[in-house]
């Protein structure tokens, strides 16, 4: 009979891991609960509308905070799973949100990118808090793509927002999960895919 690890296993896993990646504290300190919890069977992450806004080829990069850009530091991070709980490794994760006034950068790249998750599944990204604007809450747009699957495209929402029940879009089962340290916030979501 295969072991399938535990979700303990995959964060004790991960958080060792993390510091010979260079990916330091968002990952060795990811005390963070899971989103959603991992079980058999797990339904895969809700999808949601793309938006206006996305550019295709963003740069392959993690770091998307600049010198000098205003906004609340956040390190997103967390699991792309297959509904097994299965780690997804080089699997496409797609960013890009507004700035801390509610802009998008429709001329260039500015909060926008992509990376690949490592061997265990994991994913991060270094940017800030993306200021909400008109009717939506403050969100993240993500596109996740596995080989030969569709690409998964959502959006994540941040807690306790005021605008989260105004807004139409919103949906709870989309919650991140957020730490805050200082002036760093600590997210994390984890993507289930429609896979086995």
Same mark, same amino acid.
Request: proline share 8%.
């Given at each position: ?8 296993? =995959? ?12 990916? #330091? ?8 609960? &899971?989103? @959603? ?21 963003? @740069? ?14 956040? !390190? =997103?991070? #967390?699991?792309? =799973? ?19 006034? #509610? ?17 265990? #599944? ?7 808090? &993306? ?37 139409? =879009? ?12 200082? !002036? ?13």
């Amino acid at each position: 009979m295969l072991l399938r690890p535990t979700r303990r296993d =995959l964060l004790r896993a991960g958080a060792a891991a993390s510091v010979g990646l260079g990916l #330091g504290p968002a990952f060795a300190q990811a005390e963070l609960p &899971p989103t @959603p919890e991992c079980i058999s069977s797990q339904a895969e992450t809700a999808r949601q509308t793309e938006g206006p806004f996305f550019k295709r080829r963003s @740069p392959e990069r993690s770091q998307l905070r600049e010198p000098g850009m205003a906004g609340r530091l956040v !390190d =997103l991070s #967390g699991f792309v =799973l297959t509904r097994t709980c299965r780690p997804l490794p080089r699997t496409i994760v797609d960013l890009w949100h507004a700035d801390e006034k #509610g802009v998008y950068d429709n001329a260039g790249f500015r909060l926008r990118g992509h990376q690949f998750t490592d061997t265990e #599944g994991r994913y991060l990204f270094r940017t800030i808090v &993306p200021g909400d604007y008109s009717f939506r809450t403050a969100h993240f747009h993500m596109k996740v793509a596995a080989r030969e699957r569709p690409v998964l495209t959502t959006q994540l929402y941040f807690p306790d927002q005021p605008k989260n029940l105004r807004d139409p =879009l919103f949906r709870p089962e989309l919650l991140m999960r957020i730490a805050r340290t200082g !002036d760093l916030v600590r997210a994390r979501f984890d993507f289930v895919l429609d896979m086995s």
